[in-house]
């Protein structure tokens, strides 16, 4: 392996595991206090994450919106903090709709939404109301900041596109390499047993399947503080599980022939249907069903709603990093592998 | 398998160094706090154990080698 490629692969990863963690996050909405309103005055507290309450206190403007046709203007009685203000609002006896919306603008952050569900209570619904008497307009675009976007939930743990997703990258790119030698294997004539066509085909699998595993743990860990679950049933995440039983069935195999050139052979075409069953199962099948992961279900895997230019200039580093990181623990597993072999042999 | 034995126990010692913090505040509000940037910290330190285990692993194969071959040699 050249030198520059490890010198790049070290320069990539220490950049993206940097800007990963140091890169702002973008103001946005976290909740508000109120669980159910009424007709009259609701006074309730206005949560932001990252937001400059204090510092735009006077641009300061809260709305309350109610299924998005009617908008009435809240009154800022106190601003608490940068994140945190204490409002009030006016509503009417009778309103449009029983969903309520929340937003916040100021000359600082722009305009910050929140969705959090509210009660109600006493309220007359007529569909055709429209008394609200407050203007609303939207900051958002004078005020986007370079900063990674801000997603209700998901909040900070969007860093960790940079760090569980580039796993499935080299997953693939291992397993392509697996693939490829798989076939050339197959293409060997017969009687030549010293085929390194089969040590690279198995090496890749083998640090391929690290790769699998630490994104599979990583995801847990992110699913069980996003989704609410160790372990919920999206189809990536199935597929996964079974991709990493057949990776694993593929050694239990070649564990299992103890003739070198029976074994080269019979695993290589193991390796062959196990990666068409992995294009199927991670890039083809989650197309086709609902899922939880972003950016599937019909849309490409890049759309523009799930990584933004803040996102995409750290995410792309960190891929191409951990694939050359991937591919650089992969040839120093071959040349480990090669020398056992040749240290059996001849020894 | 002695080695599989092995990793599995550092792998989890190295878990525990993660989660050590969170046992005095319980787990959900230690990973909750902050806007989730905990569990960035979690997914990255994962990350970071896991290869270094696997690298271990390589690391003790070369060793062997080396015994092996010291081991032939005199």
């Known amino acids: 392996m050249k030198n520059w490629i490890k010198i790049l692969c070290a320069a990539l990863l220490l950049y993206a595991a940097v800007f990963s963690l140091w890169h702002p996050m973008a103001p946005g909405g976290l909740a508000v206090s109120a669980t159910e309103f009424h007709p009259g005055r609701n006074e309730f507290e206005f949560f932001g994450y990252g937001t400059h309450f204090k510092e735009g206190e006077s641009s300061l403007k809260v709305y309350v919106s109610v299924d998005s046709s009617a908008v009435y203007c809240a009154e800022v009685l106190q601003v608490i903090d940068e994140s945190r203000a204490i409002v009030s609002v006016f509503l009417p006896d009778t309103i449009s709709s029983k969903r309520f919306g929340f937003a916040a603008n100021n000359n600082i952050d722009g305009t910050i939404i929140v969705d959090s569900p509210v009660g109600h209570k006493g309220f007359v619904f007529d569909p055709g109301t429209d008394n609200s008497e407050c203007r609303y307009s939207v900051l958002q675009e004078e005020f986007t900041r370079f900063g990674f976007p801000y997603q209700p939930i998901i909040i900070e743990s969007i860093r960790n596109l940079m760090w569980h997703v580039p796993m499935w990258f080299t997953m693939f790119v291992l397993m392509t390499i697996g693939f490829v030698f798989s076939i050339r294997t197959l293409g060997k004539p017969e009687g030549r047993v010293e085929s390194d066509f089969d040590l690279k085909a198995s090496s890749s699998a083998a640090v391929g399947l690290v790769f699998c595993v630490l994104g599979l743990i990583t995801g847990s860990l992110w699913a069980r503080f996003t989704w609410g679950d160790w372990w919920t049933n999206d189809p990536q995440l199935n597929g996964a599980m079974v991709v990493f039983l057949v990776y694993v069935a593929y050694f239990i195999l070649r564990s299992s022939t103890p003739d070198e050139e029976k074994r080269a052979r019979i695993s290589a075409i193991f390796n062959i249907f196990a990666f068409v069953l992995m294009v199927v199962l991670l890039m083809v099948m989650p197309r086709f069903t609902e899922g939880l992961h972003p950016g599937k279900s019909g849309n490409p895997a890049f759309s523009k709603y799930d990584l933004d230019s803040s996102l995409r200039s750290v995410f792309y580093p960190a891929c191409a990093g951990f694939i050359l990181l991937g591919y650089w623990i992969y040839s120093l597993h071959y040349r480990i592998q090669k020398l056992e072999q040749h240290n059996e042999n001849h020894g | ?74």
């Open chain 2, 1 to 74: 398998m002695k080695i599989m034995v092995k990793t599995g126990l550092m792998f989890i010692c190295l878990l525990m160094l993660v989660f050590a913090a969170s046992a005095q505040t319980g787990m959900e509000e230690y990973f909750y706090q902050s806007g989730k940037i905990k569990v960035v910290i979690g997914v990255a330190a994962i990350v970071l154990a896991g290869l270094l285990i696997y690298l271990w692993r390589l690391d003790n194969r070369v060793t062997r080698m080396e015994k092996q071959q010291k081991g032939g040699k005199s």
